[in-house]
């Protein structure tokens, strides 16, 4: 079963707006990682947040993470039609996950002209 | 250049037929995983090896095997190709287990 799901899974915004992604998981964790995926191609890494920070910045990335509620939000301000792409987030468990993340099964992004 | 190449990109083949997914990297990173990304499942983690000759199973390991004698190379093989196995796969590398992950632009394969 996915250790993180992600909210919504699809969103359409237009471009100047920001968009907000949800993640939520199950288990306790080391760290919360964000990924962009556009179409055809691989996962990019964007953002690791650890388990005892509660708000990462990475240009125009902010991450939260909340671990009394289990759950994490990506949001990207002022969107670039280069932004459109999937997003994934992916935890470690912090006990019983082994040495592997977990991937979410991701929030579809559009962001049009 | 430095980065993790998959090869081939596409691959069409016929159920029962033994298929190998090559990966490659050029980082020296001690982990690499391999996935498969299916609509509503995400990406679900097939094998990952931790360094050469260490592998370890994975979420969905049934009919696939892995080997792994050198760092760089991290072979997938799928023994006995089934419909089910339909998917696109992604080879990755990291520094550490928890460290973030480099992606392959994956492989579709695709059994008739």
Redesign the interface.
Known sequence: S?QGEEDPQALSIQEGENATMNCSYKTSI??L?WYRQNS??????LI?IRSNEREKHSGRLRVTLDTSKKSSSLLITASRAADTASY?CAT?ALTGG?????????TQLKVEL | DAGITQSPRYKITETGRQVTLMCHQTWSHSYMFWYRQDLGHGLRLIYYSAAADITDKGEVPDGYVVSRSKTENFPLTLESATRSQTSVYFCASSEGARQPQHFGDGTRLSIL
């Open positions: 996915q080391n760290n990682q055809g191609r691989g996962l990019v890494h690791l994934f470690d082994g040495n592997k993340l977990t991937f979410g099964t991701g």
